[in-house]
């Protein structure tokens, strides 16, 4: 992107393809919550990202929603699997047209800020946005673009309203902004050197030192086996998730839960010697009786599929309570939803 003062109109500021530089890279997003009467602002980060522009201009960027880091792990689980649902949607992809003029008199020691429309494909919904860029060279072969001011991410335009809604009742019933800000770092390097002149060592001087982040592969998170009280707000989190479908009046598991229960074997495998009951709940509509058998129907169902998947059936239990323990009320179709549920616990 960067042409020295002797490099020619006719250049092209994109060949032959831009790379990130994680070290000095960042995406960030904050929310809002408030709790008691007080407004909480957290700041959030994704730990693994990549991103490129070719040499026509077009720039991606790959999120591995995984990698979300709150810096609390039950927090990340919570986020990971209530509200950006990875094991159905891991990746969030970002791509642009950068244009020859958004390039047009950049060069070491110098600035400038870019209107920079972008589409944002996360949770299975596309929308169009725009950011300001601020565009700051470092070098021939080097840039920074950094935020010039938070990007809005309206949370109900990706269909992450009622997520959002569940992070806000698991987490202690507050409530939570429907917006977030994101801000972000992004430096790239030149893949080779390219024809654009060298530029004297007085005006590479002044080029600001970009921010330094701490590179990180990963979000916080346990490697290996969990202790017990990992494993206990594992499976609480896990039960929240309603992402456990069954053909409707049925007990027969819809392909669509694969994504689900993997999560769930991976986790019991994890949590060894420890004992899992699975239960089911069912919402208020049909009479008790049909409610307390479809229940129990569906808890054993999941059994079967777990030690189909290889989980010891001596760990697991099941039992179905029908319509008696609702989570919420039965007052709308999005709580009658979230009290058709598969729940896990650790079985003493």
């Not at 020619?8 to 070290?23: H, S």
């Not at 950011?131 to 010039?148: E, K, L, Q, W, Y």
Request: charged share 25%; aromatic share 10%; proline share 5%.
């Amino acid at each position: 992107m960067v042409l020295g003062p002797a490099a020619r109109a006719q250049d092209n500021p994109y060949a032959p393809g831009w790379d990130l530089d994680p070290a000095t890279s960042f995406i960030r997003f904050s929310s809002i919550k408030n709790v008691d009467g007080q407004d909480v602002v957290e700041t959030h980060s994704f730990a693994t990202f990549d991103s490129k522009i070719e040499a026509d201009g077009k720039a991606t960027i790959n999120v591995k929603l995984e990698s979300v880091d709150t810096r609390n792990d039950l927090r990340n689980v919570r986020m990971r699997f209530l509200f950006f649902e990875t094991f159905k949607f891991p990746e969030a992809v970002v791509t642009a047209q950068l244009t020859p003029e958004m390039a047009a008199g950049l060069a070491p020691g110098g600035q400038k800020q870019v209107q920079l429309p972008f589409s944002l494909d996360i949770h299975g919904a596309t929308n169009r946005l725009v950011t300001d860029a601020i565009i700051t060279p470092d070098g021939n072969d080097r840039f920074v673009a950094t935020s010039a001011r938070p990007i809005v991410f309206n949370v109900e335009d990706f269909q992450l309203g009622d997520n959002l809604r569940k992070i806000a009742e698991t987490a202690g019933g507050f409530s939570i902004v429907p917006e977030m800000n994101i801000t972000y770092q992004f430096t790239f390097n030149r893949r080779a050197a390219g024809s654009a002149a060298q530029v004297a060592e007085a005006a590479t001087s002044a080029a600001p030192e970009p921010e330094v982040v701490p590179a990180a592969s990963a979000a916080l998170e346990t490697q290996g086996e969990f202790s017990y009280d990992e494993c206990v707000g594992r499976f609480q989190i896990l039960s929240e998730t309603g992402n456990i479908y069954f053909a409707s009046g049925s007990a027969r598991l819809d392909a669509e839960s694969d994504f689900m229960l993997g999560t769930v074997v991976d986790i019991v495998q994890r949590c060894p010697g420890l004992r899992l009951l699975i239960s089911g709940h069912t919402d208020d509509d049909g009479s008790n009786a049909y409610n307390q058998s479809l229940s129990e129907k569906r808890a054993r169902s999941v059994v079967d599929y777990l030690v189909r998947r290889g989980v010891d059936a001596r760990r697991l239990f099941s039992a179905g309570f029908g319509e008696d323990k609702p989570m919420v009320p039965n007052d709308s179709a999005f709580n009658k939803g979230r009290n058709r549920r598969i729940e896990f616990s650790l079985y003493k």
